[in-house]
Protein backbone atom coordinates (compact mmCIF):
# COMPACT_ATOMS: atom_id res chain seq x y z
CA UNK A 1 0.00 0.00 0.00
CA UNK A 2 1.34 3.22 -1.06
CA UNK A 3 -0.14 6.57 0.23
CA UNK A 4 0.63 10.04 -1.98
CA UNK A 5 0.62 13.55 -0.98
CA UNK A 6 1.05 16.43 -3.23
CA UNK A 7 2.22 19.90 -2.50
CA UNK A 8 3.83 23.05 -4.33
CA UNK A 9 0.56 23.81 -6.36
CA UNK A 10 -0.52 27.46 -6.78
CA UNK A 11 -0.93 30.30 -8.52
CA UNK A 12 1.81 31.89 -10.98
CA UNK A 13 2.17 34.36 -14.08
CA UNK A 14 2.71 32.82 -17.13
CA UNK A 15 6.40 32.25 -17.93
CA UNK A 16 7.43 31.81 -14.22
CA UNK A 17 8.15 28.31 -11.94
CA UNK A 18 6.94 25.95 -9.72
CA UNK A 19 7.92 22.86 -8.30
CA UNK A 20 5.66 19.97 -7.33
CA UNK A 21 6.12 17.22 -4.55
CA UNK A 22 4.96 14.29 -3.73
CA UNK A 23 5.65 12.69 -0.66
CA UNK A 24 4.97 8.86 -0.44
CA UNK A 25 4.36 6.41 2.39
CA UNK A 26 5.55 2.87 2.62
CA UNK A 27 8.72 1.14 2.32
CA UNK A 28 8.35 -0.13 -0.62
CA UNK A 29 8.48 3.57 -2.79
CA UNK A 30 11.67 2.82 -4.21
CA UNK A 31 10.18 -0.36 -6.15
CA UNK A 32 7.39 2.24 -7.77
CA UNK A 33 7.38 3.93 -10.94
CA UNK A 34 6.16 7.17 -10.45
CA UNK A 35 3.79 9.31 -12.68
CA UNK A 36 2.40 12.76 -12.97
CA UNK A 37 -1.14 13.51 -14.43
CA UNK A 38 -2.86 16.68 -14.80
CA UNK A 39 -7.01 17.26 -15.28
CA UNK A 40 -8.98 19.83 -16.36
CA UNK A 41 -13.12 20.25 -15.43
CA UNK A 42 -14.76 18.20 -18.29
CA UNK A 43 -11.35 16.47 -19.62
CA UNK A 44 -9.85 13.22 -19.05
CA UNK A 45 -6.65 12.75 -17.06
CA UNK A 46 -3.69 13.55 -18.82
CA UNK A 47 -0.06 12.14 -18.59
CA UNK A 48 2.52 14.24 -17.99
CA UNK A 49 5.57 12.83 -17.09
CA UNK A 50 7.03 9.42 -15.85
CA UNK A 51 10.02 8.51 -13.92
CA UNK A 52 11.47 4.56 -13.34
CA UNK A 53 11.85 3.54 -10.20
CA UNK A 54 15.50 4.27 -9.62
CA UNK A 55 15.55 7.42 -12.12
CA UNK A 56 17.27 6.26 -14.18
CA UNK A 57 14.61 6.44 -17.10
CA UNK A 58 11.87 9.01 -17.80
CA UNK A 59 9.21 9.95 -20.40
CA UNK A 60 7.13 13.34 -21.07
CA UNK A 61 4.04 14.12 -23.22
CA UNK A 62 5.15 16.61 -25.88
CA UNK A 63 3.34 19.28 -24.28
CA UNK A 64 5.64 19.87 -21.20
CA UNK A 65 8.74 18.17 -22.93
CA UNK A 66 11.77 20.58 -22.59
CA UNK A 67 10.10 22.40 -19.83
CA UNK A 68 9.19 20.02 -17.25
CA UNK A 69 11.87 17.74 -15.21
CA UNK A 70 10.55 14.57 -13.34
CA UNK A 71 13.06 13.85 -10.36
CA UNK A 72 12.54 11.28 -7.48
CA UNK A 73 14.85 11.05 -3.91
CA UNK A 74 14.35 7.68 -2.89
CA UNK A 75 16.10 8.08 0.51
CA UNK A 76 13.26 10.74 1.04
CA UNK A 77 10.54 9.02 -0.16
CA UNK A 78 9.75 11.92 -2.76
CA UNK A 79 8.62 12.50 -6.45
CA UNK A 80 9.45 15.87 -7.88
CA UNK A 81 7.95 17.80 -11.15
CA UNK A 82 9.71 20.95 -12.01
CA UNK A 83 7.87 23.28 -13.89
CA UNK A 84 9.48 26.20 -15.84
CA UNK A 85 8.11 28.90 -18.39
CA UNK A 86 4.93 27.93 -17.76
CA UNK A 87 2.13 28.28 -19.93
CA UNK A 88 -1.85 29.33 -19.31
CA UNK A 89 -2.81 25.95 -20.79
CA UNK A 90 -0.94 24.11 -18.16
CA UNK A 91 -3.72 25.54 -15.85
CA UNK A 92 -5.40 22.17 -13.99
CA UNK A 93 -5.26 19.76 -11.08
CA UNK A 94 -1.96 17.77 -11.23
CA UNK A 95 -1.93 14.41 -9.42
CA UNK A 96 0.97 11.72 -8.61
CA UNK A 97 0.88 8.25 -9.12
CA UNK A 98 2.45 5.32 -8.36
CA UNK A 99 2.84 1.84 -10.51
CA UNK A 100 3.96 -1.35 -9.12
CA UNK A 101 4.39 -3.43 -12.60
CA UNK A 102 7.20 -3.72 -15.04
CA UNK A 103 7.14 -0.74 -17.82
CA UNK A 104 6.81 3.26 -18.23
CA UNK A 105 3.03 4.04 -18.33
CA UNK A 106 1.56 6.95 -19.74
CA UNK A 107 -2.07 6.10 -19.09
CA UNK A 108 -4.09 6.79 -15.89
CA UNK A 109 -5.22 2.89 -15.97
CA UNK A 110 -1.54 1.37 -15.47
CA UNK A 111 -1.57 3.17 -11.91
CA UNK A 112 -2.35 1.55 -8.78
CA UNK A 113 -2.36 4.31 -6.02
CA UNK A 114 -2.82 8.51 -6.34
CA UNK A 115 -2.61 11.32 -4.43
CA UNK A 116 -5.31 13.84 -3.85
CA UNK A 117 -4.56 16.39 -6.55
CA UNK A 118 -3.05 19.88 -6.39
CA UNK A 119 -3.93 22.77 -7.89
CA UNK A 120 -1.59 24.88 -10.74
CA UNK A 121 -3.06 27.86 -12.13
CA UNK A 122 -1.19 30.38 -14.49
CA UNK A 123 -2.55 33.68 -15.43
CA UNK A 124 -1.58 35.77 -18.47
Known amino acids: QVQLVESGGGLVQAGGSLRLSCAASGRTFSTYDMGWFRQTPGKEREFVAV????????SYSDSVKGRFTISRDNAKNLVYLQMNSLKPEDTAVYYC?????????????????WGQGTQVTVST
Open 97 to 113: AADGRFGLKMHPGGYDY
Open 51 to 58: INWNGGRT
